[in-house]
């Protein structure tokens, strides 16, 4: 055990640092910054003069409501509201909603040719919630894979 001369001066200077710590300011108060508000978020917008992923947010949204609203497995309801907030219907793809024996589909795609990159999206009841992505073209053209029915508004 240390004698007490040995601890007496270090907790000494130990409570006069607290207390110094504590004691009320004397002098022009610290400056503060003004807090400056945070951005407000735009709102999702088609963009013609972006890119792909430039339309990939706005074009998830708009699956995302459909879905929400609908739980929807008609792709082309998904057709529909992309060409309601702008997107060109000539540059679509869609899956079938049936299967060939006529059950149906598991899931359905829908795409947007897009400059070379497809906007594709996927919902149904086999996936747990809707899907968008951005896909390069392919080779042949195109963004879905197979036979798809024709789009039309």
């Known amino acids: 055990m240390?004698?007490?001369?040995?601890?007496?001066?270090v907790l000494a200077a130990a409570v006069m640092t607290l207390c110094v710590a504590c004691a009320p300011q004397t002098g022009p108060p610290a400056q503060t910054t003004a807090s400056t508000p945070a951005p407000?978020?735009?709102a999702l917008a088609l963009d013609p003069g972006g890119d792909a992923r430039a339309n990939l947010a706005f074009f998830?949204?708009?699956?995302?409501d459909v879905w929400s609203d609908t739980r929807s497995?008609?792709?082309?309801?998904?057709?529909?509201?992309l060409v309601g907030v702008g997107f060109d219907i000539a540059a679509m793809e869609r899956t079938a909603d049936a299967t060939t024996v006529g059950n149906p589909a598991d899931s359905v795609q829908f795409s947007v040719l897009w400059e070379?990159?497809?906007?594709?999206?996927?919902v149904g009841p086999s996936i747990a919630r809707p899907v968008a992505v951005v896909l390069p073209e392919?080779?042949?053209g195109g963004c879905l894979v197979g036979n798809?029915?024709?789009?039309?508004g």
């Open 138 to 140: 392919l080779p042949e």
């Open 2 to 9: 240390r004698p007490l001369r040995t601890v007496l001066p």
């Open 40 to 42: 407000t978020p735009t």
């Open 60 to 64: 998830a949204a708009t699956v995302d």
């Open 73 to 81: 497995v008609a792709s082309s309801d998904y057709v529909t509201a």
């Open 116 to 122: 070379g990159e497809c906007l594709v999206g996927q």
């Open 148 to 152: 798809t029915p024709a789009v039309d």
